[in-house]
């Protein structure tokens, strides 16, 4: 049976529940860009290290000056320039560290990104938060952006976490642990859920 579009996936859920559908209604199916091709997923954990904490503008300008740097974002591009090259670009000895580590498995063949497609999520989050500064916060958001799977329920996302008491569905912000069985509802489409979640939170009309 074919896997379910992010769109298909938000009226699907929308039918089974009227609170979900209503958010259907208001902000239409979920959307996200293009999923990056697998060879570009390198370039997508590189630039969700760089972002990680950082204001968007920041991030941004250091991303721009690293495509600059590197000329290609790839392992072996990173591995090749010198840490100087990577100062001046803005980077802090914590993210470059992540950034060298993740380079450094993506050669030796340790993470295979190309094929992280073939595993299941669980997988997928244990091979990445192997790598420095990237957790299960940032393995989820790949899951979802990059290799666009429906059912990740990102309990850690305090956005997710207020975005469910603002819609009605808690009279308190839910601790992660508290919300983890109540997305059971949604299963298969918690990545759904939590996309509108994330829209009650930046204050849309709801």
Known sequence: MPRLSFAAASYALGEQDPLIGRMVELHG??????PPRADKRFATLARAIIYQQLAGAAAGTIWRRVESVLGEVCPERFLAVTAVDLRAAGLSRNKMASLLDLSE?????????????????QQVIDALVKVRGIGEWTAQM?????LRRLDVWPVGDLGVRQGYALLGLA?????????????DHWKPYRSVAAWYCWRAHDGLPR
């Open 142 to 146: 790949f899951l979802m952006g990059a």
């Open 171 to 183: 009279t308190a912000v839910p601790t992660a642990k508290e919300l983890q069985s109540l997305g």
């Open 105 to 121: 498995r993506s050669v030796t063949g340790e993470i295979e990104l190309d094929r992280l497609g073939y595993l299941n999520d």
């Open 29 to 34: 199916p979920v959307k996200y860009s293009t």
